[in-house]
Nanobody, 120 residues
Framework: QLQLVESGGGLVQPGGSLKLSCAASGFTLDDYAIGWFRQAPGKEREGVSCISKSDGPTLYANSVKGRFTVSRDYAKNTVYLQMNNLKPDDTAVYYC?????????????WGQGTVVTVSS
């Protein structure tokens, strides 16, 4: 069974940092493009970041560029999203998704989400 599990969410003050993890089981993340998405209350889901398969390029939404960094740990079969200088607008449920071709809202495998709350 293909499964993704996110972790690392929580409550953080504005300006703080969190590191989200997306761990895979049942398949190897190396062969997949991994997208990070988020959905804030009352808003549509939006793409945050994408790391292509096979050490391809990384992409970021303009709203997070320069603050978020996506990376892979091949040995741990895990993708990370380092989030720095967090803002209240970053509050959302964050999801990772894996697809054998490219990052999209139609990715094959989705995690259950982890909640990030940025508030003082």
């Amino acid at each position: 069974q293909l499964q993704l599990v996110e972790s690392g969410g929580g409550l953080v003050q504005p300006g703080g940092s969190l590191k989200l993890s997306c761990a895979a089981s049942g398949f190897t993340l190396d062969d997949y493009a991994i997208g990070w998405f988020r959905q804030a209350p009352g808003k549509e889901r939006e793409g945050v970041s994408c790391i292509s398969k096979s050490d391809g390029p990384t992409l970021y939404a303009n709203s997070v560029k320069g603050r978020f960094t996506v990376s892979r740990d091949y040995a741990k079969n895990t993708v990370y999203l380092q989030m720095n200088n967090l803002k209240p607008d970053d509050t959302a449920v964050y999801y990772c998704a894996a697809d054998p071709n490219y990052c999209s809202n139609y990715a094959e495998v989705w995690g259950q989400g982890t909640v990030v709350t940025v508030s003082s």
